[in-house]
Antibody, heavy 125, light 109 residues
Framework: QVQLVQSGAEVKKPGSSVKVSCKAS????????ISWVRQAPGQGLEWMGG????????NYAQKFQGRVTITADESTSTAYMELSSLRSEDTAVYYC??????????????????WGQGTLVTVSS | QSALTQPASVSGSPGQSITISCTGT?????????VSWYQQHPGKAPKLMIY???NRPSGVSNRFSGSKSGNTASLTISGLQAEDEADYYC?????????FGTGTKVTVL
């Protein structure tokens, strides 16, 4: 059974950066895209970007271009999301999520069947 | 990329059927058959309920069904049950990314 386990909660100052990890187990890591989705308190889901580890190139939502960096380490089956220039509006639960399918006719980032438990990032002075 | 539009809330009595709409554009919902639906209970991670417009993952009740017409997708929950009370989000693939809907709170009366 696939499991995604994320790093723990973070409290950050405005203007700083945060890096959240997502370790996968129980399945093939490299060929499935991993996305990062965030949810501000009481708000909806927001796709930030994703990466297909075997290719190593990330795609980002336009809103986060230049401020987010998504990477993956195939040797440890771990994906990372780093968000810089933090502001109070970045306070949210950040989830990693794995694509339902890989390769062939699958469009990456089209649906997510495994999710991490979420990581609360609080930005406060 | 703008969020897909969903009604803020939908309610129904146990046993009834409800439908949640998800409206996008020809660049997302209308352009691809890659609409998904997620259920989220408070404090929990989202759960995939429908993928590729109308397909159910293994283990998801057949009371959940999806469809699409033009730029609008729909999720229907039939035989509404108490445990269906949750937030529901649609999403659509769009040009090497995905966009989520605004979310709908389903209340079982």
């Amino acid at each position: 059974q696939v499991q995604l386990v994320q790093s723990g909660a973070e409290v950050k100052k405005p203007g700083s950066s945060v890096k959240v990890s997502c370790k996968a187990s129980g399945g093939t890591f490299s060929s499935y895209a991993i996305s990062w989705v965030r949810q501000a308190p009481g708000q909806g889901l927001e796709w930030m970007g994703g990466i297909i580890p075997i290719f190593g190139t990330a795609n980002y939502a336009q809103k986060f271009q230049g401020r987010v960096t998504i990477t993956a380490d195939e040797s440890t089956s771990t994906a990372y999301m780093e968000l810089s220039s933090l502001r109070s509006e970045d306070t949210a639960v950040y989830y990693c999520a794995r694509d339902r399918c890989s390769g062939g006719s699958c469009y990456p980032y089209s649906s997510f069947d495994y999710w991490g438990q979420g990581t609360l990032v609080t930005v406060s002075s | 990329q703008s969020a897909l539009t969903q009604p803020a809330s939908v309610s129904g009595s146990p046993g009834q059927s409800i439908t949640i709409s998800c409206t996008g554009t020809s660049s997302d919902v209308g352009g691809y058959n890659y609409v998904s639906w997620y259920q989220q209970h408070p404090g929990k991670a989202p759960k995939l309920m429908i993928y590729d417009v109308s397909n159910r993952p293994s283990g998801v009740s057949n009371r959940f069904s999806g469809s699409k017409s033009g730029n609008t997708a729909s999720l229907t929950i039939s035989g509404l049950q108490a445990e269906d009370e949750a937030d529901y989000y649609c999403s659509s693939y769009t040009s090497s990314s995905t966009v989520f809907g605004t979310g709908t709170k389903v209340t079982v009366l």
